[in-house]
C-alpha cells in the first residue's frame, strides 16, 4: 500500500527494552535464514511495538491470574488432578502463589507428562513438543534452583517464561507473514497488536500449547511465503510436533503443489520439494503414533515404575495405564491412538455435538465462529472468480494487496476448513469448553482471521492512524481504547469480545471454572 514509513520508536522503559532486544535476537537466531535487515529490519519501529506490547499483555495476564485467584475459591472441577506432595520450602510456597493458576485443566496433563511420561493411556492425546521443551529448561537452565523449587514449580516457572516468548515471537511472525502477504505493514501490525490480547490470551500465557504451536505456525507460514520451503516445512513440523492440526498446514504445500503441476512449464523438481516438505510436517505425527502405539500396545517396551499413588489413582479415575492388556486400538488396521482417545474419551466426531439439549448452546455459538463465517462471505463475495478456480490460476485484479488480495486465498480456505471442523466435529461437555476451544483453534492457526479484524477496524475506524509522518510507532490499539465512546458500534464489540474474553477468561480458567 502507500503507507507512510514510521522509524524509529518511543522511550519504553529498562525492563522491556533489555527483553525487546533479547527477543530481537533471539529472533535472528530462530529463523537462520537471509540477513538481518531482510527478515525483520533492525530499525522496523512496528516489530519493537509489537515486542514490548506483547510483553506488557503476557505481564498483565500473569498479574490477573495471581489476583483472582486470591479473590476467587478455586472450583471443585471434575478434571485431571494427579496427586503431589505441599510446597515444602519457602520457594515453593512463593512460586504456588504466584504460579499456580498455569496448571490449570489440560496444563495439569503437559505437566504430568513433563515430570512422569506418557503413563496414562488418555495423556496422549497431548503432543509431546511443549512437555519436552518446559522438561528441558526446567532440568536445564533452571536446574540450579533445584535447592529451593521442586521439578513442579521449574516446571511451572518455565512454561511461563517459555509461552511469554513464544507468544511474542509468534506476533511478530505474524507481522513479517501479513506484511508480505497482505502488503500493507499497517493493517499487519494492528493484526499482531491484537494477536497479543486476543481472547485466548490466558491461553497463551498458562502451560497449553497454543504459544509454541502459533509461533512455528506463522514463522513456517511466513517461510512459505518466501518460497522457503525447507525452512518453512521444518519449522511447520514443530507446529505438528506441538498440536495435532499442524497436519492441516501440510495443505498449503499441496494448494502449491497444484499450482506447479497445472503450469504449461511444470517440472518434477519443485513438485518433489513440496511433497518432502508434506513429509516433513507429517512426520513428528507418525513418530508419535509409532511411540505410543509401542508404548501401549507392548508392555515390556520403556522402562520406569509408576509411583503407587499415580496407580491408585489410575484404579480410582478409571484411567488405562501402560502394562495393563493391549488396549482395543491397538488391533487396528492403522493403530493411531490418537483418533482413538479423541472420540472416546472427547467425544470428537461429525456432528456428534449436534444434541436435543445442545441446541440453545449450539444457537448461542461461538463469536469466532461468527468472525470466521464473516471472513470468509465477504472473501469469496470480492473474489467469486478467483475462488472458482481454488486460486489455482492468476486473476487480474485491480489491486493485488490487502485483505481481498489474490495470496490471501489460501489462508481463507484453512480457515474455512478449521471453522466447519470446530462447529461440526468437536464435541465436549460445556457449552463454555466448546467456545474456548474453538477459539483457541482458529486463533492460534489461522492468521487470516487476525487480518480480517484489523481490516474491520480499518474500515469503521480510517481516522487510527492520522496524517502525521512522525518518528514514534505509536500503539493503534492504545488510541482506539482511549478512543471508545467515540468508536462505531461495530469496534465496540469486537473490542469488547477480545477484552471480555481476556479477562473473564482469565478468571475462569485460573479458578478450575469451565473456561478450557
Known sequence: GNECTQEGSGSPSLCISLCDGALLKLLAGYTLCGSHQEMWGSHDPFVHEIIRFSLSC???TL??????NLLIPDHTADAFSPPRPPPSSLGD??????????????????????????????????FPLLPMVITGLARGPLLPLAGVLTLRSRLLLSSALLNCACSTLAAVFLYLLGRMTLQSRRTAFLAALLFCMSPISVFMTVAYSESLFAMATFS????????????????????????????VNAGFLVHSGMKVFL?????????MKRLCGIF??????????????????????GEGHLPEELIQLAKDKGYRVRGEPAPVWCSYHFPLAYSHIQSEYWGVGLFRYFQLRQIPNFL?????????????????????????TLGLWNVRKKDNYGFYGPQVFVYVAQLFFLTAFGALCMHVQTFFSLVQVVTRLLFSSCPVLLWFCS?????????????????????????????????????QILLGYFLGYWVIGTALHVNFLPWT
Request: overall charge positive; some cysteine.
Open 63 to 68: 498479574m490477573m491470574q495471581v489476583l483472582f
Open 364 to 388: 448461542l455459538a461461538t463469536p469466532v465462529i461468527f468472525l470466521g463465517i464473516c471472513a470468509t462471505f465477504r472473501y469469496i463475495s470480492s473474489n467469486m472468480v478467483l475462488c472458482s
Open 220 to 247: 513456517g507460514l511466513w517461510q512459505l511465503q518466501k518460497n522457503r520451503l525447507l525452512a518453512g516445512s521444518a519449522l511447520l513440523s514443530l507446529a505438528t510436533a506441538a498440536r495435532s492440526n499442524g497436519l
Open 280 to 301: 516433513i510436517m507429517i512426520l513428528p505425527f507418525a513418530v508419535f503414533q509409532g511411540y505410543c502405539y509401542y508404548r501401549f500396545c507392548f508392555p515390556s517396551f
Open 455 to 491: 481490516h474491520m477496524i480499518e474500515e469503521n475506524e480510517p481516522w487510527i492512524w492520522g496524517l502525521q509522518r512522525n518518528k514514534e510507532a505509536s500503539n493503534p490499539v492504545v488510541r482506539l481504547l482511549r478512543a471508545w465512546n467515540s468508536l462505531q458500534t461495530r469496534t
Open 58 to 60: 503476557r505481564g498483565l
Open 93 to 126: 510456597h512463593i512460586a504456588e502463589l504466584l504460579l499456580r493458576g498455569l496448571g490449570r485443566w489440560d496444563a495439569e496433563h503437559f505437566l504430568f507428562i513433563a515430570e512422569h511420561g506418557y503413563e496414562y493411556e488418555h495423556n496422549t492425546a497431548f
Open 263 to 271: 503450469q504449461p512449464s511444470g517440472r518434477c523438481g519443485p513438485l
